[in-house]
């Protein structure tokens, strides 16, 4: 029985598997780009069967597809975009920068699901060409992870982070500017510094999305819109929006659409922002978990796994580590998007498959990271107050509520004195008779210190 079967394109007749359901480009592709191991994101193929889907219906009602051919291609094309033939897509990431080879095997699996009458071509990617399909695909691809995906995990951290901010509120502990001591914070005003942060993060995405919504479809091959119905990419978006539930439109400017990637440019610089954002707060708690004995140890981290396979009891921060490699590889996908982006040559840009990959392989990423950060290290932090307790009567920054009453000279001479002999703020104080015991213990409040209700110094 043979294995194989004929199938014929412009460029003639080719060998294809004979239970594969690609045809003759699809083939060609895995011959000539035979590349790495990365494949072409299966959330972008599903972005292009939902293209082909409303292609197939608005070309039915445009008259430019009879009914059975209309509904025969809707069909098959939802059975793709639902993921059910997803192992009919095995082609490199690495193809022509159009993302032309991808196109047609979506179109080639399309067509041969929908039945022998369909041409992948005339048929399946009627009114279409892949220069504003592919990029079309991109923006849905990213906008459907956004929703269902990366925004949700952001939300959840942030929500977890403004629930410890809050359980956190009355905690003092010393601040630290320049990796030295400073004055007072709670550890609530902390937590709460960093979730302001991520909500930054979270307007710039929701921002650049604006831009995301906008498709290149109707624009064609470069632009003009030929070969295609001057309703077709409206009508399209339109199918799209309601049924994934986006607030899709039609690119102002198909030209700009199909040559440049400014809009995931900035898309994905909101990735890096948040990267950014999360390795600060990661670090800081790694900072502030850092012992247990040796170190700040003003926090205790979850315990989730043996971490030396040398050391025994040894406990690392794990969940850290993890989200701030997520992070720096954000950074770097981040460059390499910037320049495949500028690399649009007149009238098409053809970086775009790298753009896309590393585009979603950073929401994945983040999105994975972020939930494991908030389950495996977030919800289970604790404060260790009794060392956050020591650490701050040890300050000598304390001294900084002095200045008021008794000038920067004066209280500069008071903090040099404890540092020097190793001893109290309050001693020193009272050594080079600057001021009573009394006044000491009424200007010198931590709590008052960090806007927070008065208390004694040496309350617990």
Not at 149 to 155: H, M, R, V
Not at 193 to 214: I, P, T
Request: glycine fraction near 8%.
């Amino acid at each position: 029985m043979p294995s194989t079967r004929t199938e014929t394109d412009s460029f003639g007749p080719i060998d294809v598997p004979l239970d594969a359901l690609w045809g003759a480009q699809t083939a060609r592709s895995l011959h000539f780009f035979a590349i790495g191991e990365q494949r072409m994101p299966l959330p972008v193929i599903h972005a292009l069967a939902w293209v082909k889907w409303a292609a197939a219906i608005v070309n039915g009602e445009l008259n430019l597809l009879d009914a059975d051919k209309s509904q025969a291609i809707a069909d098959a094309a939802q059975r793709v975009a639902a993921g059910e033939f997803d192992a009919a897509f095995p082609l490199s990431v690495w193809q022509t920068g159009s993302g032309t080879q991808s196109n047609m095997n979506v179109n080639e699996v399309v067509a041969h699901l929908a039945g022998p009458h369909i041409h992948p071509n005339d048929d399946v990617n009627l009114g279409q060409s892949s220069n504003d399909v592919f990029p079309s695909a991109m923006h849905i691809a990213v906008a459907l992870h956004a929703k269902s995906s990366l925004q949700p995990a952001l939300a959840d951290l942030r929500n977890t982070l403004s629930a410890k901010a809050t359980a956190f509120s009355d905690l003092l502990k010393i601040g630290r500017t320049h990796l030295q001591d400073a004055t007072p914070i709670t550890l609530g005003q902390e937590l709460g510094g960093y979730e302001a942060q991520l909500a930054l993060c979270a307007n710039s995405m929701e921002h650049a999305l604006l831009a995301v919504y906008r498709l290149a479809l109707g624009g064609t091959a470069v632009g003009t819109g030929i070969n295609t119905h001057p309703e077709f990419g409206a009508r399209v978006v339109a199918k799209l929006t309601k049924q994934l539930d986006l607030p899709l439109a039609q690119a102002d400017n198909l030209f700009a659409a199909l040559a440049g990637h400014e809009a995931l440019v900035a898309f994905h610089a909101s990735l890096k922002m948040l990267a950014i954002a999360l390795t600060k707060m990661a670090n800081d708690l790694r900072l502030m978990g850092s012992g247990p004995r040796a170190g700040l140890g003003e926090l205790q981290l979850p315990q989730n796994e043996p971490g030396s396979s040398i050391m025994p009891g040894k406990v690392n921060p794990t969940q850290i580590e993890a989200l701030t490699m997520v992070c720096a590889q954000v950074m770097g996908h981040d460059a390499a998007i910037g320049f495949a982006a500028s690399q649009g040559h007149f009238e098409l840009n053809v970086y775009k498959p790298l753009i896309i990959l590393d585009t979603l392989d950073s929401m994945r990423l983040l999105t994975d990271a972020m939930r494991s950060f908030t389950r495996h290290c977030l919800l289970g932090l604790t404060a260790n107050t009794a060392r956050m307790e020591e650490l701050l009567q040890r300050s000598l920054m304390l001294v900084t509520a002095l200045t008021p009453h008794i000038g920067y000279d004066r209280a500069a001479r008071i903090a040099k004195l404890a540092h020097d002999s190793g001893g109290t703020l309050r001693d020193a104080a009272w050594a080079l008779e600057a001021i009573s015991t009394e006044q000491f213990d009424a200007w010198v409040d931590p709590a008052r210190m960090a806007g927070q209700p008065a208390r004694s110094p040496h309350d617990g």
